[in-house]
T-cell receptor, first 111, second 115 residues
Framework: DAKTTQPNSMESNEEEPVHLPCNHS???????IHWYRQLPSQGPEYVIH???SNVNNRMASLAIAEDRKSSTLILHRATLRDAAVYYC????????????FGTGTRLKVLA | EAQVTQNPRYLITVTGKKLTVTCSQN?????MSWYRQDPGLGLRQIYY???????DKGDVPEGYKVSRKEKRNFPLILESPSPNQTSLYFC??????????????FGPGTRLTVT
């Protein structure tokens, strides 16, 4: 099973960019990389996903390393509402259809 | 409104008393899944379903059952709950699971306490 590792916590100042790293060294060629976030007292919500090339959407950008063993979620200007736990996960398309969440990175945004 | 609903939202029960947590989605999604969330352990997948009558184990299936008789519903069944199943449970659905890996929509969660 593809496994991801992330730092337990990070801090950022409001209005500054945030780079949240994720290692997925066991990822296979067909596994997608997904990012979700969980705001306090809510279920997780989708942020972004990608396979090989960098991806952008209205919430964030995803930068994927050339060897695909790591990726970085980029929040361009952190706001207080971005304080959440961010999960990097990999989907296994090679046989099982499981999602494996790690313990995530708790992002604290300082005013 | 597109959504995943779970019921009940909160449940306190006793050891051994069978219970069912319902999950329903109105988006015609094929893939549905149950997760449990415990402090320090993150989210762990219990069971998932690729489509009607197709279910499979996730990483922590022991003590749980599921069924998928209709596309929109995916109930989680605890035949004989034990205190170690005290947790926060989330149901999720997505259009498909495959090479394009669509986003999952999560329900609001069910907080279960087994005494």
């Amino acid at each position: 099973d593809a496994k991801t590792t992330q730092p337990n916590s990070m801090e950022s100042n409001e209005e500054e960019p945030v780079h949240l790293p994720c290692n997925h060294s066991t990822i296979s060629g067909t596994d997608y990389i997904h990012w979700y976030r969980q705001l306090p007292s809510q279920g997780p919500e989708y942020v972004i996903h990608g396979l090989t090339s960098n991806v952008n959407n209205r919430m964030a950008s995803l930068a994927i390393a050339e060897d695909r063993k790591s990726s970085t979620l980029i929040l361009h200007r952190a706001t207080l509402r971005d304080a959440a736990v961010y999960y990097c996960i990999s989907s296994d398309t090679s046989g099982t259809y499981k999602y494996i969440f790690g313990t995530g990175t708790r992002l604290k945004v300082l005013a | 409104e597109a959504q995943v609903t779970q019921n009940p939202r909160y449940l306190i029960t006793v050891t051994g008393k069978k219970l069912t947590v319902t999950c329903s989605q109105n988006m015609n999604h094929e893939y549905m899944s149950w997760y449990r969330q415990d402090p320090g352990l993150g989210l762990r997948q219990i069971y998932y379903s690729m489509n009607v009558e197709v279910t499979d184990k996730g990483d922590v299936p022991e003590g749980y059952k599921v069924s998928r008789k209709e596309k929109r519903n995916f109930p989680l069944i605890l035949e004989s709950p034990s205190p170690n199943q005290t947790s926060l449970y989330f149901c999720a659905s997505s259009l498909l699971y495959g090479a394009s890996s669509y986003e999952q929509y999560f329900g609001p969660g069910t907080r279960l306490t087994v005494t």
